[in-house]
């Protein structure tokens, strides 16, 4: 237990670089807490390995239920529940779950073979067509980080939810987000470390998504083309949905990092993607099915850049979806509510 405290409060006083609280008067985001400014070479792979997908359920649990009411008015009647059911995010002995495998394609984007991580259903036959996820880590991760972590219970909630008949069998892809055109480079807390994050647009849309669409068996078509990502996932997720939302009929950013505007956080400057005027979708866009910003009321991480992207999109007239979950902090509960609560409003619209 102590070990798992000092890890925690480790990573906390690391996680400088998108740490945000309070807005000063120049629009820059500052933390209201003390931290020690690390740098990547001092931190451990399990602290890197956090950033990419949360903390577990036992170590992000920062705050209890009821302190707070997180969920933006007028957001329940939208059919959104904050925690993910336990029946859901559970292993049932009546659910056969499908396991990630991995595979390799070339990115012409990046001049490079890349990888993936993919979860087939049990049951995958290819004279099916299947729904598809790509699903968006976070920073420091790769294909690997959400396959590679069981606590994120995703295999359990595609699993159930189709065993239950609220969707259909999905397959979900966990690419490598970090879009680099040279090998050597490596993530890091810097504006030019985070540049092939969002080189990412184009390796996805160019590369791999053709690529699945050739070797799985999978539907063509947005209404079965799904969008998600968690941190800098997240703000990926929000940035091609705007450039590109023909692309994906349903989406889900949870706790998105800065950048996706030009901002300053404690680390470093972010020279942002899009002016604040920007984010929006275009006005003869054909925008997505559901789109769905979500994050922890007691986030830690990015604090209160997803609600200032729920912002600028509510100024802007972008229609979204906006609530917070309930003491979560940038953890495995935001993820699970997250994918739940997407797969959700999925099944509610096939419904009709």
């Not at 509510?314 to 902090?329: L, R, V």
Request: proline share 4%; hydrophobic share 30%; glycine share 10%.
């Amino acid at each position: 237990m102590k070990k798992s405290i000092l890890i925690c409060m480790t990573l906390l006083m690391t996680a400088s670089w998108c740490a945000c609280g309070k807005k000063t008067n120049q629009g820059e985001h500052m933390t209201g807490n003390d931290y020690i400014s690390g740098t990547t070479d001092v931190m451990s792979e399990e602290e890197k390995g956090k950033f990419a997908t949360g903390f577990s359920a036992e170590e992000g649990s920062t705050s209890s239920a009821g302190e707070k009411n997180a969920v933006s008015e007028g957001v329940q009647a939208d059919g959104i529940e904050e925690q993910c059911p336990e029946e859901y995010s559970s292993t049932r002995s009546d659910v056969k779950y499908g396991e990630f495998t991995h595979g390799t394609y070339y990115s012409k984007t990046c001049g490079m073979k890349r990888g993936y991580s993919i979860l087939l259903p049990a049951g995958y036959s290819d004279k099916k067509k299947y729904p598809v996820l790509y699903l968006l880590h976070g920073i420091f991760g790769d294909e690997y980080s959400f396959s590679g972590d069981a606590s994120n219970k995703i295999k359990e909630i595609v699993g159930n939810m189709a065993a239950d008949g609220l969707i259909e069998e999905t397959i979900v892809v966990c690419p490598n987000m970090f879009a680099a055109t040279d090998p050597s480079q490596k993530p890091g807390f810097d504006a030019e470390a985070c540049l092939p994050y969002d080189n990412f647009i184009n390796d996805l849309v160019n590369d791999l998504m053709p690529y699945i669409k050739s070797e799985y068996s999978v539907r063509v078509g947005r209404e079965d083309t799904y969008l998600a990502g968690f941190s800098m996932g997240g703000r990926e997720t929000i940035f091609i949905t705007l450039k590109r939302p023909e692309l994906f009929g349903y989406v889900c950013a949870i706790s998105a990092a800065p950048g996706v505007v030009s901002t300053k956080d404690k680390f470093m400057s972010h020279p942002g993607q899009l002016e604040e005027s920007e984010m929006k979708f275009a006005d003869d866009a054909v925008v997505p099915e559901v789109f769905i910003l979500c994050c922890g009321s007691r986030d830690s991480v990015v604090g209160t850049y997803p609600e200032s992207y729920h912002e600028l999109l509510k100024t802007n007239g972008a229609e979204h979806i906006w609530y917070e979950i309930e003491g979560a902090d940038h953890d495995n509960n935001a993820i699970k509510s997250g994918i739940y609560n997407l797969f959700k409003k999925i099944s509610e619209d096939k419904a009709k």
